[in-house]
């Protein structure tokens, strides 16, 4: 008896967890791929910010991260010059500078100055929590299950409405 009663107890707890597991988010699978990453890592990366426009300008913000602080954040601005249809377009540099530890802060352009962690919070709190029915929610995780891109879009919207963060790479240091 004593063992029908362990079987039974074992067979629902394991179709829990199976319940469970199929109910992750996009985001709850992510967070998990990101605390595993921070382990491996020892919480010392380098993530890149990526922002685009339709009408041609664009940006790249690299956040240096080493033992869970912001130590160094680099920027770069430009903007495509199309000369012909044929050819692809000109990237010119409008904008580029770095910052180190003791700079940080100096400039106001280019991503915030936001760890991972904090990344995934402002995620959750703000940008994925606006109202479904006034804004398109986006969440994806192409950064072998990290964190890639994180917002919304309010409807209606035609031109660079998107709030939240685009990041294109991030790598242990």
Same mark, same amino acid.
């Given at each position: 008896?004593?063992?029908?009663?362990?079987?039974?107890?074992?067979?629902?707890?394991?179709?829990?967890?199976?319940?469970?597991?199929?109910?992750?988010?996009?985001?709850? %699978?992510? #967070?998990?791929?990101?605390?595993? &990453?921070?382990?491996?890592?020892?919480?010392?990366?380098?993530?890149?910010?990526?922002?685009?426009?339709? &009408?041609?300008?664009?940006?790249?913000?690299?956040?240096?991260?080493?033992?869970?602080?912001?130590?160094?954040?680099?920027?770069?601005?430009?903007?495509?010059? #199309?000369?012909?249809?044929?050819?692809?377009?000109?990237?010119?540099?409008?904008?580029?500078?770095?910052?180190?530890?003791?700079?940080?802060?100096? *400039? *106001?352009?280019?991503?915030?100055?936001?760890?991972?962690?904090?990344? #995934?919070? %402002?995620?959750?709190?703000?940008?994925?929590?606006?109202?479904?029915?006034?804004?398109?929610? #986006?969440?994806?995780?192409?950064?072998?299950?990290?964190?890639?891109?994180?917002?919304?879009?309010?409807?209606?919207?035609?031109?660079?409405?998107?709030?939240?963060?685009?990041?294109?790479?991030? %790598?242990?240091?």
């Amino acid at each position: 008896m004593k063992k029908a009663i362990a079987l039974i107890l074992f067979v629902i707890a394991g179709l829990s967890a199976c319940k469970k597991d199929a109910n992750d988010t996009a985001y709850d %699978k992510s #967070y998990k791929a990101w605390q595993s &990453f921070k382990i491996e890592s020892k919480n010392s990366y380098i993530y890149t910010v990526s922002s685009g426009s339709v &009408f041609g300008f664009g940006s790249e913000t690299k956040i240096t991260v080493q033992n869970g602080s912001v130590i160094a954040r680099e920027y770069y601005a430009y903007k495509l010059d #199309y000369t012909s249809s044929t050819t692809p377009p000109v990237k010119t540099t409008t904008e580029q500078w770095q910052e180190n530890k003791t700079l940080l802060g100096q *400039h *106001h352009s280019g991503a915030a100055l936001l760890t991972l962690d904090q990344v #995934y919070q %402002k995620a959750k709190n703000e940008w994925l929590a606006v109202n479904k029915k006034e804004n398109s929610i #986006y969440f994806e995780a192409n950064n072998n299950g990290v964190i890639s891109d994180a917002g919304y879009v309010p409807n209606g919207c035609q031109d660079d409405c998107s709030v939240g963060i685009r990041i294109t790479e991030i %790598k242990a240091l």
